[in-house]
């Protein structure tokens, strides 16, 4: 055995001692204890993020995100970030099209100050006329910048053409029209409806135990109310088989395509997580890298990926190129996809795919933080926790057949969306 293999098959070792832990009042956690270091390291989400904005204001999530660390309790906004500040404490918030995420790391001297710096934050926001004035300009200057940025360009426009009358289909950030018109009362009834303990995961990394553990969890989620009121969000394939130009007077043309992809709990899912490594998700090795710039020097670089998001998942992907090459570009894209839909992979690539995605799976267990951002993944997919212990395995079991099998259901070229925002001609 060699020692890359050793290093593959042991990295998620950590992980794999997760535990649950659920407090006295039902609070729930996956707890990975170590001691080695002086260092406690929390994630945890709600379900929920921008997909329920408010009809007609998207961004409440997104300005939520910015927020709940601006003042809390008895925090004015410059007091709770010298507070977080003078005890070298990490607390971050962010909405996804499908969660509501946070992020919390301190040293374990500060750890019961950690915790209920987090607990007011979600408990009791100020949410102050000033506060939010100043983060609604923020994220003003943020649209305005996007508005001119062709990759943002891109990328909202594909959101909207694909999912159209869908929450999906919403800039995230919001727009320039609706960001102003956000109110604190918006803020509350997004904080009602989403941040309830029935759709909360929770994953704790480093020097804690399950005893100090459970008394915290009940500190800071167990007086959340125990389910919330989230909207039902309607499951859509995302539209395609069209091709949107959006004219923007710049040198280079941004590329954005995709298909619809597959559910993370599909039986297809990791045969297409190895497909799409041999398609465009290795950095130097795919064909699309190849292909267009290996090849033909069409661009710097080109990648495809999945997105299993819960409401509409998709295989998307992104370059960008000369004006004058941007047809040529998607021309050799598209060819690359109609093969790989076509023949069958080679054994090398597929032996190639398959050591790289094993082989690199350590370097997503190297700190704290990101096992714990693996922990709350698992919870979010429903892997269960003893997925770690064989994630290795079912990528090494993948087949050519299976590659060809996931392959003719995803890569239907008359179904790719494409947009490019530029001048091509």
């Known amino acids: 055995m060699t020692a890359k293999t050793i290093v593959a098959t042991s990295a998620p070792a950590r992980a794999t001692s997760a535990r649950k ?17 002086p ?19 998207p961004g409440v999530a997104y300005l939520m995100s910015g927020m709940l660390d601006e003042g809390a309790g008895p925090y004015d906004s ?44 979600l ?17 003003l200057s943020e649209l305005r910048h996007e ?8 990328r909202n426009a594909f959101a ?24 604190r009362d918006d803020l509350e009834a997004y904080r009602a409806k989403a941040f309830a303990r029935a759709e909360l995961k929770i ?18 989620f167990a007086d959340l109310p125990s389910r919330g009121e989230l909207a039902l969000v309607e499951h859509r394939v995302v539209r395609g088989g069209e091709k949107r130009n959006i004219d923007l007077p710049i040198p280079q043309s941004v590329i954005v395509f995709g298909l619809p992809g597959l559910a993370r709990n599909d039986k297809d899912y990791v045969p297409a997580v190895v497909m799409n490594h041999i398609l465009g998700g290795g950095s130097f090795t795919s064909r699309l890298w190849t292909e267009v710039r290996e090849k033909r020097g069409l661009a710097y670089s080109v990648y495809s990926s999945l997105s299993p998001f819960k409401h509409g998942p998709i295989l ?6 000369k004006n004058e090459r941007a047809y040529e570009s998607i021309s050799v894209i598209t060819a690359e996809i109609k093969a790989l839909s076509r023949d069958d992979v080679s054994a090398d690539e597929l032996e190639k795919a398959k050591k790289y995605l094993t082989g690199s799976y350590a370097l997503r267990f190297d700190t704290s933080t990101k096992i714990a951002r693996e922990l709350l993944q698992a919870q979010l997919d429903d892997l269960g926790m003893d997925y770690f212990k064989h994630r290795n395995e079912e990528i090494a079991a993948v087949e050519a057949r299976d590659i060809a099998r996931v392959a003719k259901r995803l890569l239907d070229t008359k179904r790719m969306l494409i947009v490019i925002v530029g001048q091509p001609v």
Not at 21 to 37: F, I, K, Q, Y
Not at 147 to 154: F, K, L, V
Not at 161 to 183: C, N, R, S
Not at 316 to 321: E, R
């Open 78 to 121: 410059i007091a709770f970030h010298q507070r977080l500040e003078d005890l070298a404490i990490d607390l971050n918030f962010d909405a996804g099209r499908d969660y509501f995420t946070g992020t919390l790391k301190t040293l374990t001297q500060y750890r019961d100050e950690a915790f209920e710096l987090l607990r007011l934050s």
């Open 316 to 321: 998307a992907g992104a370059t960008s190129t």
């Open 160 to 183: 909207a053409a694909g999912f159209p009358d869908h929450p999906y289909g919403l800039p995230q950030k919001g727009t320039l029209e609706t960001v102003p018109q956000i109110t």
């Open 147 to 154: 508005a001119n940025e062709p990759n943002a360009i891109a």
């Open 21 to 37: 832990v659920v407090s006295p009042r039902g609070v729930e956690a996956w707890l990975v204890e170590d001691h080695a270091n």
């Open 203 to 220: 994953a704790v990394v480093g020097d804690i135990d399950e005893r100090v553990l459970a008394e915290e969890l009940d500190r800071v």
């Open 123 to 139: 408990h009791e926001p100020r949410f102050e006329p000033e506060a939010m004035l100043r983060v609604k300009a923020q994220a």
């Open 39 to 57: 260092l406690v390291a929390v994630q945890f989400a709600f379900t929920g993020g921008s997909s329920q904005d408010p009809q007609g204001k």
